[in-house]
T-cell receptor, first 113, second 109 residues
């Protein structure tokens, strides 16, 4: 069974630009969560989607948004990028919402210059 | 605010020894905890979980202990191997997962 796939793996943007990251969950998993990982703040929850509905949202500004499609694939978008948005963005899928066992992808590493 | 935290950012052990990674939490109402392992360049990987109605749970070469009195949990890895070298995170499930800062385990051959 294929794991969680995230694209792109690496990207470089400049301040003020926007970025869209994509996540394909494990087949059959309907919940997709997004986390931001930085050396200073560690792993922080962004949002969770289940059956195309946002079920939970972390404490991030409105510049961070996401969506989920009918095939459970998910995208997250960050608009008006700031230097502090440089991070590893991790997507995780699970069979049910608010699960403890998440299956993470390898992440998309975003660098903002 | 309430948080989940680890005691030590780094831990170095000899191959074959047992490793113990500690974690403290502050929310007395917390009832579900999970340990994850993150190898370099990869996403976190689920290791083992434990609910508050248990004090101990064992997996393959790993044991998680939960002490609700002092709000502490630990991950014990038996016969540590080089492949165990990674960053280990404890997490508390509150809907989403609240992760601790992580302990980097280095295994010396």
């Amino acid at each position: 069974k294929a794991g969680v796939t995230q694209t792109p793996r690496y990207l470089i943007k400049t301040r003020g630009q926007q970025v869209t990251l994509s996540c394909s969950p494990i087949s059959g998993h309907r919940s997709v969560s997004w986390y931001q990982q930085t050396p200073g703040q560690g792993l922080q929850f962004l949002f969770e989607y289940f059956s195309e509905t946002q079920r939970n949202k972390g404490n991030f500004p409105g510049r961070f948004s996401g969506r989920q499609f009918s095939n459970s694939r998910s995208e997250m978008n960050v608009s008006t990028l700031e230097l502090g948005d440089s991070a590893l963005y991790l997507c995780a899928s699970s069979m049910r919402v608010e699960a403890g066992e998440l299956f993470f992808g390898e992440g998309s590493r975003l660098t903002v210059l | 605010g309430e948080s989940v935290g680890l005691h030590l950012p780094t831990l170095s052990v000899q191959e074959g020894d047992n490793s113990i990674i500690n974690c403290a939490y502050s929310n007395s109402a917390s009832d579900y905890f999970i340990w994850y392992k993150q190898e370099s360049g990869k996403g976190p990987q689920f290791i083992i979980d434990i609910r508050s109605n248990m004090d101990k749970r064992q997996g393959q070469r790993v044991t998680v202990l939960l002490n609700k009195t002092v709000k502490h949990l630990s991950l014990q890895i038996a016969a540590t191997q080089p492949g165990d070298s990674a960053v280990y995170f404890c997490a508390e499930a509150r809907g989403e997962l609240i992760f601790g800062q992580g302990t980097e385990l280095s295994v010396k051959p």
